[in-house]
């Protein structure tokens, strides 16, 4: 498994990548979320609230 590692004082979480995990694309740690769904969530009328329901492990300024 690669790990990326965390920048200094980073407001994102750190992602994890494996070739067994969503075909090795980059996830939130922890989940199947690839980093690739996250952002187009809100252009599909999903609300930051919303996201962030359901990757408690995001913040708002990561979204």
Do not use: E
């Not at 200094?8 to 075909?23: K, T, Y």
Request: charged share 25%; aromatic share 4%.
């Amino acid at each position: 498994m690669q790990r990326h590692p965390p920048k200094a004082q980073s407001r994102f979480p750190p992602l994890r990548s494996n070739a067994d995990v969503m075909g090795g694309a980059p996830v939130l740690p922890g989940t199947r979320t690839t980093v690739y769904s996250v952002p187009g969530r809100p252009d599909g009328g999903d609300s930051v609230d919303h996201i962030l329901g359901d990757n408690r492990r995001l913040t708002r300024d990561a979204v």
